[in-house]
């Protein structure tokens, strides 16, 4: 099937089932695109000096109306070995559901074990996946970087390998506008949840650095809903059947060393990321470090200015090849900004597709590139903390770690970098 056939199909099919949804999804598509295009523009929540001295990042992020925290900690699982083999392990321990939220379900040797892995549970608990379309398909089309087992046959339908002869449950988001689920997420017997930058495929497994956030506590049942409400939305009755589902309560005081965390996304109504990593580099007083594939926000890059030029010690993560070309460009075009402005700016060696950002004391870690598609469009799932010990954890874990291994950008090096055409057509992306 071709990709002109999935996206009329699907954008047929969730007008029928989805009608409300469908609709706000288009009417926000059109406001992000316009407000992508006049970011420069937009005015912006006044945070000045004397707010920054008096209140944390977590008073702001509640002064703009974020989500309230909810108890739980977490544990980091940096790249693919790490997360796939704790993941195998949680799995096989499962005694009554397993759901997996991804944006690419692939169809090579990965995709292929994780499936088997599903199938022989498949009889004992509840699993069900719920895979992007237009991600899934269109990874299917596409061979992995690095060769697999010899006489390895890629199946041609992920949903019909997990559903035959099986009791997995498969839906495939639908993406009416072009919208895509970009979401990564695993959740286990609703005590354990994964999320991050890992989609099922080999080279989440094999070839590029990446990270998944382990998640245990009440927080797990508030992102369980959250699948939950996602599952609904692509079965068969849509929108008809949501307003008769019943959500899972949980319990709102820590306890067992856990400490609050937001539940932050982008969807058809809220733009909740970029909202709060936003405002946090405007709290920033000491640090801010971050990770990403993509950088193509002209909002972000703003702030970042910004703290710089309060005296912030800012640097940034790319990596030195990228999956595109175009966004390649644009990272570089951002990069080069910032350390004209005299932020600290590495090339990671392989493909990052790690997404994290720390500001001071906070953190901010999930499936969202830091790009208008992202920050305003697909549908995203992160989550932020200020633990001290957690947010510490993540930057010796990763940061520090990246940035040893990572080639440090001069100015020398960004000569012809900069490129305010491309720059314009890149932040739609």
Known sequence: MTVSKVVVRGHAVSILRNPVTTTSKGVSMVKSRFQIAADPLLSQIEMDEVYRNSHSIEDALTKIGMPEPIPGKVEYLIDGKAFFNDLERTVKGAKRSVDTRVFIYDNDDVAVWYSDLLRSKGDKVRCRVLMDELGSIASWWTPPATKMDHGFKSPESMYRYLTEGNKVEVRESKNPFLVTDHSKLFIVDQEVAYLGGMNVGREYRYEWHDMMVKVRGPVVTALQNDF????????????????FHDYHSFRVYPRGGEYPIRILKTDAKSAQIRSAILAAIRMSKKRVYIQNSYFTSDGLVRELKDALARGVDVRMVFPEENDSKLLDKGNRDVAKQLIDAGAKVYMYPEFTHVKA?????????????????????????????????????????????????????????????????LESVVDQL
């Open 228 to 243: 939950d409400r996602a599952w609904i939305l692509q079965g068969g009755w849509g929108d008809w059947q949501l307003p």
């Open 357 to 421: 950002v720390v500001v001071d004391d906070w953190a901010c870690v999930g499936s969202a590139n830091y790009d208008g598609l992202s920050m305003r469009i697909n549908e995203e799932i992160n989550i932020s903390y200020s633990n001290r010990r957690a947010v510490d954890a993540l930057v010796s874990q990763l940061f520090y770690k990246d940035f040893r291994v990572s080639k440090r950008v001069t100015p020398q090096m960004t000569q012809g970098w900069n490129n305010p055409i």
